[in-house]
């Protein structure tokens, strides 16, 4: 049997981003809407793989990845900005006090929905964000919202030692790229990721 031509497989790609809006609980908006997307895709994340310039030997200078919670908001109530809960005694950490520039990495891959649809986490239709920035410490009324929209998520954070000087931060974003869909990644600006809304509002 031969390899479907253009149209057929345009047709096919079609039919599968058709199937997502239909056969997933989550409801990603239109891969057209980049920043809608990119803005969905940060409020449905718990967590995050961000990438230091590590401090450490043997690997001092290299990139250096690790897992972090995060959080935009509570469910429902997107901000757009990742919030973190960070201790000094994280290696991760210990870069960002030297250097705290790094870029955060979600993917829907991290939900049910690439699962339920059968995409492969490396595939475009399995919606992924990278952001570049730095991380910054919150405090004062900024503070108290980033215990909020972490706390919100998995509380368990609340149980964490207390003598680990805990600190709240956010991931200053300075350029957003998306990858939801076939053609190469896309790049959305940060006045256009926060102006976007990740979910469309009830009439």
């Known amino acids: 049997m031969s390899a479907p031509g253009r149209p057929a497989l345009l047709l096919l790609v079609g039919m599968s981003w058709a199937a997502a809006s239909f056969a997933c609980s989550l409801q990603i908006p239109p891969h057209q809407e980049v920043a809608r997307v990119a803005r969905f895709i940060a409020h449905q994340c718990d967590w995050a793989s961000m990438a230091t310039i590590s401090t450490h030997k043997p690997v001092m200078g290299q990139p250096f990845s690790n897992v972090f919670s995060v959080s ?22 210990q870069d960002l006090q030297v250097n705290p520039q790094a870029s955060l990495s979600m993917s829907l891959a991290q939900t049910d929905y690439c699962k339920q649809l059968g995409f492969d986490p490396q595939s475009p239709l399995c919606a ?3 952001l570049s920035g730095s991380v910054i410490q919150v405090n004062g009324t900024e503070a108290d919202y980033a215990q909020k929209a972490l706390f919100s998520r998995p509380p368990e954070m609340m149980e964490w030692p207390k003598d680990h000087d805990w600190f709240f931060a956010k991931f200053n974003i300075t350029q957003v790229w998306v990858l939801d869909y076939f053609g190469g990644i896309k790049m959305v600006s940060p006045e256009e990721y926060f102006q976007a809304a990740p979910h469309k509002k009830q009439n």
């Open 128 to 130: 992924h964000i990278i």
């Open 72 to 93: 935009d908001g509570p469910r429902g109530s997107s901000t757009g900005v990742p919030y973190l809960y960070l201790t000094s005694m994280e290696v991760s950490v």
